[in-house]
């Protein structure tokens, strides 16, 4: 479904390798990512982990708590 940036970037020198005229190299330049795009997206990135690393820890601890209050109960 979504691919890695990596991968994107992969893609994307691959890509632009293809495009390039063998007869006038000095035509294409190749187009670097801006680096601060880049760290953004990597932010990004993980504060989506941590966010659901936690919505885990929590749901485990939901779950855990459920069955030490059911197995007292009995």
Request: cysteine-free; charged content about 30%.
């Amino acid at each position: 479904m979504f691919k890695h940036m990596t991968d994107q970037l992969k893609e994307k020198n691959l890509s632009a390798a293809i495009n390039i005229d063998p007869l006038n190299p000095k035509k294409f330049k190749l187009k670097r990512p801006n680096i601060d795009h880049l760290i953004k997206r990597i932010m990004v990135e993980k504060r989506k982990e941590a966010r659901k690393n936690k919505l885990i820890f929590v749901v485990l601890f939901v779950v855990a708590g459920g069955i030490m209050i059911l197995s007292l109960s009995n």
